[in-house]
């Protein structure tokens, strides 16, 4: 895992490789996500590369794990990632 610091906001991020080979952006702190496949309006990646739905939250009793919320949706320079095409 690559770590880097943002070129739009200057925010430490880290990269974490998708099962497809791509790379996403995400904040370098790790966040406790309660899985909602469904319903989730939020995003986390796993250390695996995977982006499951989700609700953050800071109740380690309801977490289903921990994992990295990807940076385009915490980047105030957000605009930026989406020239690059990157799924939301
Ligand atoms: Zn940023």
Redesign the pocket.
Known sequence: MRQTV?K??G?AIVWIKTPAGKALPCDAGQRYYVEKPLTGTKKIVTKNGEVIACEYTDDLQKANGVGYVP?WAT?P?ADNFKRKGEKT
Do not use: G, R, V
């Open positions: 943002c739009a906001c925010a940076h980047c320079q």
